[in-house]
């Protein structure tokens, strides 16, 4: 398997909120860092979608908790696209510590498109493709066997 390279960094802010009484970052909380990753890799890779009709919509989300996060630390989320499908694609997403580089939690996802106002996956389009392939450096189209 291929080496991941996230090119998608975002740089989060821990709210005092997200620290539970055992002062880490509780487990739940780790999923609105990813939803955060995940809005802002498609803004900027996909900046012509129109989010009124179109939408990306989880159907599978796993996640392995590596590291405690304490609210004292420095983080980011880092998102990369791994395959792409008809209707769906994989997501990759891990969160780490901004100064050690230390990786806290990986999460691997499946996303359809869907199309907000019929409620139905769509194809991706041609245009989102290219810009993601692009942006990752490399075809990810799933290979038909």
């Known amino acids: 398997m291929e080496e991941i390279k996230f090119r998608h960094t975002l740089p989060i802010q821990l709210r005092f909120n997200d620290v539970d009484k055992f002062g880490h970052v509780n487990n739940t909380v780790y999923f609105s860092f990813y939803d955060l990753g995940k809005t802002e890799y498609f803004a900027s890779v996909c900046p012509g979608v129109d989010w009124e009709k179109d939408g990306i919509v989880v159907v599978h ?4 908790f590596v590291s405690q996060i304490f609210g004292s630390d420095n983080v980011a989320v880092q ?4 395959e792409i499908g008809t209707k769906s694609f994989h997501l990759m997403q891990r969160v780490i510590d901004t100064k050690t ?15 907000l106002e019929k409620h139905e996956s769509k194809p991706l389009g041609e ?17 038909k066997k």
């Open 101 to 115: 580089e230390e990786v806290k939690c990986v999460c691997t996802s499946i996303m359809v498109f869907f199309d």
């Open 79 to 82: 998102t990369a696209v791994t």
């Open 61 to 64: 989300i796993e996640a392995n």
């Open 127 to 143: 245009e989102h493709i290219e810009a993601i392939c692009a942006y990752e450096g490399r075809d990810l189209r799933k290979k």
